[in-house]
């Protein structure tokens, strides 16, 4: 017989995986990860698991058939972060047909704007005062700015 310590430890062993289909799942953690206070409204997620414990995650939401927001979050890096980026750039870009999409990131976190711009996102604007503390960068990345994500 399995104790419940057994199955639990279970739920958590076995290899990141990327998901698709728990999009209520990820799109609460990235809001509790981000901060985020709203419902997410219309929305779509995609993120890295490992069992049942999420380890980063990707929401889109605020879709215009134009321009969507981008919500990433990461407790855990993984070599499936690149996959993960390259299946939302697949998402916004080749599924949505986005022209753009947008991030948002108080300026009083420079590691985390430093990320984005990493992936490929540029700053577009700072709105002042837009944040609890802080101005708000605006990023915004296109389809040519994701090129190395969106390769065959």
């Avoid at 979050?73 to 599924?95: E, H, N, S």
């Avoid at 708000?136 to 994701?146: G, N, Q």
Wanted: aromatic letters at 10%.
């Amino acid at each position: 017989m399995t104790t419940q310590t057994q199955q639990t430890s279970t739920l958590f062993n076995g290899p990141p995986r990327l998901v698709f289909d728990r999009k209520e799942l990820i799109g609460a953690w990235v809001a509790e990860q981000v901060s985020q206070e709203a419902h997410w409204g219309d929305f779509y997620a995609m993120g890295v698991m490992k069992g049942s414990s999420v380890l980063a995650g990707i929401v889109f939401n605020n879709f215009n058939r134009a321009n969507c927001t981008v919500h990433i979050a990461v407790r855990t890096p993984t070599k499936l972060l690149i996959p993960l980026f390259k299946a939302g750039c697949d998402y916004a870009f080749r599924q949505c047909k986005l022209k753009r999409i947008t991030g948002m990131v108080p300026t009083n976190e420079p590691d985390t704007i430093a990320f984005d711009k990493k992936l490929g996102f540029r700053e577009e604007f700072v709105m002042k005062d837009a944040a609890v503390g802080a101005d708000m960068m605006v990023l915004v990345m296109t389809p040519a700015d994701a090129t190395r994500w969106l390769e065959a």
